[in-house]
């Protein structure tokens, strides 16, 4: 017998996967360990099973998989080239589409991955300031795989100490912890980084009236001569087709964008003001320059290609707008049916209609890894790849209902789990955390 796909791709990939997100300890036992294609809201196993994705890529697909119109502008770009030895002019065209989208942009600098665009953001705020330290959001998991990142996690083995000391961290919606952190290193922060929001948005804010938490984290910044970055690679072109800095009313110094920008393509980029951003280029004569970004196929034409025509598609079909209403309803079927199996206090919908997430708990209540597994496991076997919620312009109500049947029999299974034991119904170890300090 011959070695399954998952030995295959662990024997010649280290972690079997590009993306830690996508490994074996992130999926039931019965997930299949390789995907051939995606068609709109669909994933297709290697023998031609179909699954109804919520995991859309990580997020990098919002129009729904092999979208014809972003296909076919990827395509043409191909045909002219791809990669040119000078700037292309769909560089110039998807920049241009860029600064005149978001208002806080002024100047865009694209990149293949969301990690080198937020760690070229953290290298213009130091180069901007003159200063190191980096203070980033305790509870938003991931923004690269530079050690500046990684040392300030668990998973900080092969960082220097000198580079763990560089980063610190507070937590989200809790103002005081950043006001501590600014007054315990006085002139010695370069910048600020968090995600405008996750599956919890922003409190109230503390400083004015009306406006939210985002704005007290720009007042310090301001204040303090810091550097204020929004990480928007997930709520980008989700939250608001300007961004959730647009949806949440709040301009940031510098921003990230990336994963649903270009519906798959790979695409991100760093954006912001002028006189930061600027410090990359080279037209200041005499000053000292910084070596922000450059990558051979940094502004590879196909994806530049997909990205306009993805704006164009996002503007023209209201897709933001779908999103918001089609999350919305999904979060309240979900809960609805978890009333009706009486696990509505043990299994919950929640967060932004555009950006829903689920919460599986055990018994006592508590968060439970074995009940997310559980609840994952179920749905697979009723068609639905559930890892967590993505939702794209293919999810219609053709596909709202299938989710509702594949729930309803996922819910009977789970209120059993929560009686009899969640071990005697998995089929397979549970997932774990990414970020976790030993496998």
Request: aromatic share 10%.
């Amino acid at each position: 017998m011959g070695l399954s796909y998952s030995e295959r791709l662990n024997l010649v990939i280290p972690g079997g996967a590009h993306t830690y997100s996508r490994g074996d300890d992130q999926f039931p036992s019965n997930a299949p360990q390789v995907l051939s294609k995606g068609r709109g809201a669909y994933i297709y196993g290697p023998e031609g099973e179909k699954f109804l994705d919520y995991g859309m890529a990580l997020r990098a697909v919002v129009l729904g998989y092999a979208q014809e119109e972003v296909n076919l502008a990827a395509i043409e770009q191909i045909h002219n080239g791809n990669n040119l030895t000078r700037a292309s002019l769909v560089e110039l065209e998807a920049a241009e589409v860029m600064a005149g989208l978001i208002d806080s942009v002024d100047m865009v600098k694209f990149a293949k991955n969301g990690s080198s665009a937020v760690s070229g953001a953290v290298k213009l705020a130091r180069a901007f300031t003159g200063r190191e330290l980096v203070v980033r959001c305790l509870q938003h998991p991931f923004f690269s795989y530079d050690d500046w990142f990684i040392g300030s996690t668990v998973m900080n083995k092969g960082v220097p100490e000198n580079i763990k000391k560089q980063t610190l961290s507070f937590t989200y919606n809790d103002i005081a912890s950043l006001e501590k952190v600014i007054a315990e290193n006085p002139g010695d922060i370069a910048c600020v980084i968090l995600e405008p929001a996750t599956s919890d948005e922003p409190c109230a804010s503390k400083y004015f009236p009306g406006k939210t938490f985002l704005h007290d984290v720009k007042h310090l910044c301001e204040k303090s001569g810091i550097v204020f970055i929004l990480d928007e690679m997930i709520t980008g072109f989700r939250w608001d087709l300007q961004g959730a800095q647009k949806y949440y009313g709040v301009t940031p110094d510098l921003s990230t964008f990336g994963k649903g920008m270009a519906n798959g393509f790979s695409l991100a980029a760093v954006v912001g003001k002028r006189e930061i951003m600027e410090l990359g280029s080279t037209k200041k004569s005499g000053a000292e320059r910084v070596f922000l970004l450059s990558s051979t196929h940094g502004a590879e034409m196909s994806s530049l290609g997909a990205f306009i025509k993805t704006v164009e598609i996002l503007r023209r079909d209201k897709v933001i707008e779908h999103l918001w209403r089609y999350g919305n309803e999904l979060k309240t079927l979900g809960n609805e049916l978890a009333v009706k199996h009486g696990i509505s206090e043990h299994f919950r919908f929640m967060g932004p209609g555009c950006s829903p997430v689920y919460v599986a708990m055990d018994s006592t209540k508590n968060v439970s890894f074995e009940f997310r597994t559980l609840f994952s496991q179920e749905m697979i076997k009723n068609g639905v790849m559930m890892p967590w919620i993505a939702l794209s312009y293919a999810h219609t109500k053709a596909e709202l209902e299938l989710t509702k049947v594949a729930l309803d029999k996922t819910f009977s299974i789970y209120a059993k789990a929560l009686e009899s034991g969640v071990g005697r119904f998995l089929e397979g170890p549970p997932i774990k955390p990414v970020f976790r300090k030993y496998n």
